[in-house]
């Protein structure tokens, strides 16, 4: 089945830095989806994106699917911005995989 | 409020005792999905259904069942919890051909 690797596994910046965490996927998606998990554990959606570039506030992403990465961009990062970040990606009849996710802390 | 919600929120369970942990949807999506989330191994796939009437089994199936009589409803049974199956469930939904999958708040289930 289709494997996702997230990187880093963990990322540590001061408030107003910017970031970018990278998701790669094995295979053909026609589903990519970012995911942001709070401290109390819900599951945000960040952005559909199986391809293409979008961009909502301070957050953008970009997958390129013939390449098999996507990238999510933080930018001016606030404390509230801290959590997990999870890449999940499904290709063909396949289910939706997740990866190990990017620990994210935010200081002020 | 439209979308998934999965009850209980949390949950103690003595070892050897059977649960079901509920998840209904209102966006009338075709395909619902349990996922279990464990520290260092992310969310992994439990079962899945991708219409009323049907059922198929994700990456870690053994100890669970489920059912699915209605577009809405995707109930998950631990028959007998083990100390193992203590985790974060999440519920999920979409329609099929993926598309956005959507998730409930969770259900915290510990089993002593």
């Known amino acids: 089945g289709i494997q996702v690797e997230q990187s880093p596994p963990d990322l540590i910046l001061q408030e107003g830095a910017n970031s970018t965490l990278r998701c790669n996927f094995s295979?053909?998606?026609?589903?990519l989806q970012w995911f942001h998990q709070n401290p109390w554990g819900q599951l945000i959606n960040l952005f559909y994106?199986?391809?293409g570039t979008k961009q909502n506030g301070r957050l953008s992403a970009t997958t390129v699917a013939t390449e098999r990465y996507s990238l999510l961009y933080i930018s001016s990062s606030q404390t509230t911005d801290s959590g997990v970040y999870f890449c999940?990606?499904?290709?063909?009849?396949?289910?939706?995989?997740f990866g190990k996710g990017t620990k994210l802390t935010v200081n002020p | 409020i439209a979308g998934i919600t999965q009850a209980p929120t949390s949950q103690i369970l003595a070892a050897g005792r059977r649960m079901t942990l509920r998840c209904t949807q209102d966006?009338?999506?075709?395909?619902m999905y349990w996922y279990r989330q464990d520290l260092g191994l992310g969310l992994r796939l439990i079962h899945y259904?991708?219409?009323?009437?049907?059922?198929g089994k994700g990456e870690v199936p053994d100890g669970y069942s489920v059912s699915r009589a209605n577009t809405d409803d995707f109930p998950l049974t631990l028959a007998s919890a083990v100390p193992s199956q203590t985790s974060v469930y999440f519920c999920?939904?979409?329609?099929?051909?993926?598309?956005?999958?959507?998730f409930g708040q969770g259900t915290r289930l510990t089993v002593v």
């Open positions: 259904s991708n219409t009323a009437g049907t059922t």
């Open positions: 999940a990606a499904q290709g063909g009849s396949e289910k939706l995989v």
């Open positions: 994106i199986p391809s």
């Open positions: 966006m009338r999506h075709n395909a």
């Open positions: 999920a939904s979409s329609e099929i051909g993926g598309a956005e999958a959507f």
């Open positions: 295979d053909s998606v026609n589903n």
